[in-house]
């Protein structure tokens, strides 16, 4: 047999088995190019939709949790960080916040959330993984801009708004 190539069946492996392969990778590739055609998403034959479009100037917002320092002189402190909110971060957070926004009786549930995350920021506090002021409140707004040019630095926002808070430690709440 030297020079002559070998068949699978000389290595041991069955036309059956070879023909399974076969219909497999046909598959994966006829699913992948039906989904590509269709512009559909069918696990596992998917197009990637998150980079198969372009963004367009328009509105945009997003979450931001603050807090308010004990000492009521100084300015809300932004506490999205890691260290204050370990060891959650703060894009997994935001989204939660803005689901929790959209189910029935969200007001007690946000209320609820932030006071967890004031108590982590607290618990993380006294661990010395932060040396931020202890707080008196912690405040969730939503920060909107309008017609945003995807070139743009997003500095001033055009819009904060208020979500929900808590004040006082005994867990007095207002909006």
């Given at each position: 047999?030297?020079?002559?190539?070998?068949?699978?069946?000389?290595?041991?492996?069955?036309?059956?088995?070879?023909?399974?392969?076969?219909g497999l990778?046909?598959?994966?590739?006829?699913?992948?190019?039906?989904?590509?055609?269709?512009?559909?998403?069918?696990?596992?034959?998917?197009?990637?939709?998150?980079?198969?479009?372009?963004?367009?100037?328009?509105p945009f917002?997003?979450?931001?949790?603050?807090?308010?320092?004990?000492?009521?002189?100084?300015?809300?402190?932004?506490?999205?960080?890691?260290?204050?909110?370990?060891?959650?971060?703060?894009?997994?957070?935001?989204?939660?916040?803005?689901?929790?926004?959209?189910?029935?009786?969200?007001?007690?549930?946000?209320?609820?959330?932030?006071?967890?995350?004031?108590?982590?920021?607290d618990r993380?506090?006294?661990?010395?993984?932060?040396?931020?002021?202890?707080?008196?409140?912690?405040?969730?707004?939503?920060?909107?801009?309008?017609?945003?040019?995807?070139?743009?630095?997003?500095?001033?926002?055009?819009?904060?708004?208020?979500?929900?808070?808590?004040?006082?430690?005994?867990?007095?709440?207002?909006?």
């Amino acid at each position: 047999m030297r020079g002559a190539a070998l068949g699978f069946t000389e290595l041991g492996i069955s036309r059956r088995r070879v023909a399974l392969v076969h219909g497999l990778i046909l598959a994966m590739v006829a699913g992948s190019a039906f989904c590509i055609v269709t512009d559909t998403e069918y696990w596992p034959f998917s197009q990637y939709p998150m980079y198969s479009n372009i963004e367009r100037p328009g509105p945009f917002w997003f979450l931001t949790l603050w807090g308010v320092p004990a000492d009521g002189g100084k300015p809300e402190i932004s506490i999205t960080d890691d260290e204050y909110i370990m060891p959650f971060d703060w894009v997994r957070l935001n989204r939660a916040f803005a689901r929790l926004e959209e189910m029935p009786g969200h007001q007690e549930k946000m209320e609820a959330a932030l006071r967890d995350c004031w108590a982590r920021y607290d618990r993380l506090r006294a661990s010395g993984r932060h040396h931020s002021p202890p707080l008196q409140g912690i405040r969730l707004y939503r920060y909107s801009w309008n017609n945003v040019d995807p070139s743009a630095k997003l500095t001033q926002p055009d819009h904060r708004e208020l979500i929900a808070e808590v004040m006082g430690r005994d867990g007095h709440t207002g909006q």
